[in-house]
């Protein structure tokens, strides 16, 4: 039975139970900030196991993308290496909040084993809570199963909780199927497979132990699609069933060298399951970076590319596999057709930057494990932490290729200088500037506000008129607290200042406080400079205050206030936030609809959007002015409107992957004809006031990342008119009598740059290939013969790397049985003729040279060029530093 046919069969037949079935969750959890990503099926419905009551259905089925790759759930390592470890894998689950018990749960189970997957009880064991006698009693006289193969277990086997400490828990009965590996007894618990686990969440713990009944029990249950594929298709290996097989077997790696065919199965194995991992994750907004889900990310692609390096795929590899898994699981899961290209993109981007690191990294690693400590074969601490501060090679893939190599890595060491670093770039922060101290006391009261029901606040900007001239709203101090700088921070219900979120940058103002009376008279107002506005977690919003002595006497009894919203720059911001909607819309229409936000910032002064693409033509980025112009012009209405999620993306409302959204209730920002998004922020109530739109620049930020950054309304009146002026200077400049005429001017003087710059390279060829040596020394790198040719610096020439490039590779032409280094003045470059000198590398041999001459550098296998400390000038002084 395929995986395609078991996902199907599984959902149907507990629909046909009664049950609702819903999509996979994203693998990014919307609303948990305590896991990097979703490992299990129950985590999309955890919020309904502690409030049962509030579940959309009673009975719901799914199957679940789940990824373990980072945090405390972390697979990686053994990936490949085991038959069952995989960073991506799927859950199949069947949840009951309140609508069946134990023994329905057991009987529904076991009729789809018996009957849709017709697995015989011969080949079967089932383990239950060893104090759980109901579900003993289930196995052994309801379904029949013989007592030897009901298994009962302590609680660190079948007990489950969420987490370790207060919660809904329960037993649980796992059922395991019999491999039949002759490496183990039947008594032998490596013999069997677990392939889904039946959790009776009957129970709550306090936060003193103790378990108390729940008022409405719940059902969770997990299978795992790759195990169960294993157990129909006959197979001892995950990787050996039919979706890892269609990628396994496009995967193309001839010049595998003196590999096994285990290790090369190995490889095989981590390529196919890093490519299922990089796509969903990418499919959903993920992108490599440093740290977070983008470092997990990265490190998944950078463990591939070593993978397929060592199958002797020099190129990037992941995205030449890409349609295979198209054809593997595309049917069931569209977003892999859907996202394609920009999937392909991120990944071959970082692939190819990672392939340029890991050429780098090797080299230095060879020549570790070519002249370090041999006895006690350890990578030091310190140089892993080069390797990995200087170079970027991840200190996990030291690890890898030194244990490949026989070595091992002073990790504790390599901790030691991490620490150490982290430590002086916190200090390097904390002394930097003041504002930042501020800025860490300002997030410490705002943690204390948050769990504070006395100083939350509600949020009413959005009922301001952003073309309104001014905004005025009555409050109340709900909190207040003074900063060591003088500063205040204040939360005010209702609160009209937009704090920053969703990209957009925050409203600034004023809030205004009468003095308390004084006999009866009521003194002058107090009035204090709103510089921040800060979003919290719980939708409280606190304001940045400025300075001011009588601050605390006139906030501290709570009085009413006058809250000013400065109507200037929200209206900028609302024009670049409606203006960015009509970007990204316009980039779907002209790029196509696999474009997926990756970023934005809202400022009054202009946008800037991240975006997954290829580089766009600046034909495509006329056509994507034109869109938004055109929609600008046509004075369209923005209508903002709220449903649940389920029913804005329903309507095709465009959501950003890395957002987290309310389920129940999500506002859409809508443009009739042109955009819906899901969207926080503040608008415009028509688009007219976006023109004119104009793209500054359009550039990379990342693998498969593009980023726009443009003006709009005003702001780009301004932009366009400062432009003219540049303009009209050049012309003065180049006595160009109109701008017209300017283009032709300029490209008149690029044409005859560029003509002497021919001029200038023919006659540097000249010199290098009619050049005499001043010296040469004979002596061999790497068992490579090798002459180090020393040139003299004319005036003419200085010290030019050109040349003395240029010098070596007309050197290796005319004698290609050696490797030519030609040095002038600081400059050295090294060549050879890998046709007469096939297994060498003038990078490595470059290297090799400068631990003695001193210097840095490093190239290509034919070509290499570095900089010594200092410079050598005859053969003395060469002959001296050789030794």
């Not at 997957?117 to 006289?141: G, Q």
């Not at 183990?184 to 039946?198: A, K, T």
Request: net charge negative.
């Amino acid at each position: 039975m395929s995986a395609s046919e078991i996902r199907k069969r599984y959902l149907d037949y507990f629909v046909k139970h009664g049950h609702t079935r819903l999509p996979s969750a994203d693998i990014v959890p919307k609303n948990d900030s305590t896991l990097l990503f979703t490992n299990a099926g129950m985590v999309p419905l955890k919020q309904y196991f502690l409030s049962p009551a509030l579940a959309p259905h009673k009975m719901i089925t799914a199957v679940q993308k789940c990824v373990r790759a980072g945090g405390k759930h972390n697979d990686l390592d053994q990936v490949g290496y085991t038959p069952r470890h995989h960073t991506f894998f799927e859950m199949l689950g069947n949840f009951s909040f309140g609508a069946y018990d134990k023994r329905a749960t057991i009987h529904m189970a076991w009729r789809f084993i018996a009957e849709e997957l017709k697995l015989p009880k011969s080949m079967l064991r089932v383990t239950v809570l060893e104090t759980d006698d109901e579900a003993y009693d289930i196995w052994l006289n309801e379904i029949g199963f013989d007592e030897k193969r009901i298994v009962r277990l302590g609680p660190d086997d079948n007990f489950w909780s969420m987490g370790h400490g207060e919660g809904p828990c329960g037993p649980c009965s796992e059922v395991f199927w019999d491999t039949q590996d002759p490496r183990y007894s039947e008594d032998d618990e490596e013999r069997w497979l677990e392939f889904w686990n039946l959790v009776f969440m009957q129970y709550y713990r306090t936060n003193d132990g103790e378990l108390k009944p729940l008022d409405i029990p719940c059902i969770d249950t997990g299978m795992g699609l790759e195990r169960v594929a294993s157990i129909l298709q006959q197979k001892r290996n995950n990787f050996d069933t039919d979706e890892f097989q269609t990628i396994i077997q496009s995967i193309q790696a001839p010049n595998a060298g003196a590999l096994d065919s285990e290790s090369q199965l190995t490889y095989k194995r981590i390529l196919a399951d890093h490519l299922r991992a990089s796509a969903f994750l990418i499919a959903e907004g993920v992108y490599p970076s440093n740290t977070g889900r983008g470092y997990v990310l990265r490190r998944i692609i950078r463990r591939a590319v070593r993978a397929g390096r060592l199958l002797g795929i020099n190129a990037s590899v992941l995205s030449g596999l890409y349609p295979s898994l198209e054809a593997a699981m595309g049917s069931a899961y569209p977003e892999l057709i859907e996202r394609r290209d920009p999937i392909i993109s991120v990944i071959k981007a970082e692939e190819n930057a990672f392939l340029k690191t890991l050429d780098k990294g090797m080299a230095l690693l060879e020549d570790i494990f070519a002249n370090g400590d041999h006895e006690s074969k350890t990578v030091s601490g310190s140089d892993a932490f080069t390797l990995y501060d200087t170079h970027g090679f991840p200190v996990d893939l030291t690890q890898i290729i030194a244990r490949d190599n026989g070595w091992s890595v002073d990790v504790d060491e390599v901790d030691r200088l991490l620490t150490e670093s982290r430590e002086r770039n916190r200090s390097s922060w904390k002394s930097s500037a003041t504002s930042k101290s501020v800025a860490g006391e300002i997030n410490a009261v705002c943690t204390e506000w948050q769990d504070n029901p006395n100083a939350r606040s509600r949020f009413c900007g959005h009922d301001i008129n952003p073309e309104a001239a001014e905004s005025k709203v009555a409050s109340r101090v709900v909190a207040f607290k003074k900063l060591s700088n003088g500063d205040g921070l204040i939360a005010i219900d209702p609160c009209p200042f937009y704090a920053t979120s969703g990209g957009q940058e925050a409203d600034t103002g004023t809030i205004t406080v009468d003095a308390p009376e004084s006999h009866g008279v009521v003194s002058s107002c107090h009035k204090f400079a709103v510089k921040d506005a800060i979003a919290m977690p719980n939708k409280t919003f606190a304001l940045h205050i400025e300075a001011d002595a009588d601050m605390q006497d006139a906030l501290r009894s709570g009085p009413e206030i006058t809250a000013s919203v400065d109507m200037g720059r929200r209206y900028s911001n609302a024009v670049h936030h409606t203006a960015t909607h009509l970007l990204n819309a316009a980039l779907r229409k002209v790029v196509g609809s696999t474009v997926i936000q990756a970023g934005s910032l809202v400022q009054p002064t202009g946008l800037r959007f991240d975006f997954t693409s290829q580089p766009l033509s600046q034909a495509q980025l006329k056509r994507v002015e034109h869109e938004v112009n055109k929609a600008a012009l046509e004075n369209l209405p923005v209508a903002v409107s709220h449903m649940s999620l389920d029913q804005a993306k329903a309507k095709g409302a465009v959501a950003m992957f890395t957002e987290k959204y309310d389920v129940e209730s999500v506002r859409v920002v809508q443009v009739p004809g042109v955009s819906m998004e899901l969207c926080g922020g503040t608008h415009l109530h028509s688009t007219r006031a976006v023109f004119p739109f104009q793209i500054v620049s359009e550039g990379s930020i990342a693998a498969g990342t593009r980023r726009i950054e443009a003006v709009a309304g005003m702001a780009a009146s301004a932009w366009l008119q400062k432009q003219l002026g540049f303009a009209q200077a050049a012309a003065h400049a180049l006595e160009t009598p109109s701008l017209a005429k300017l283009e032709t001017k300029a490209r008149q003087l690029v044409d005859k740059s560029r003509a002497l710059r021919e001029e200038a390279d023919r006659w540097l060829l000249v010199a290098a290939t009619s050049m005499e040596d001043i010296a040469t020394h004979a002596t061999v790198l790497g068992n490579v013969p090798t002459c180090i040719h020393i040139l003299g610096a004319t005036e003419a020439l200085g010290g030019n790397a050109r040349v003395v490039a240029e010098r070596a590779s007309y050197l290796r032409k005319i004698g290609p049985l050696s490797a030519h280094a030609v040095i002038m003045d600081k400059h050295i470059a090294l060549a050879i003729d890998t046709i007469h000198i096939p297994n060498a590398h003038a990078g490595t041999l470059l290297r090799e040279l400068l631990t003695k001459l001193l210097g840095k550098g490093g190239g290509q296998q034919v070509l290499a060029q570095g900089q010594l400390e200092t410079a050598i000038t005859s053969l003395g002084q060469l002959e001296t530093k050789l030794g």
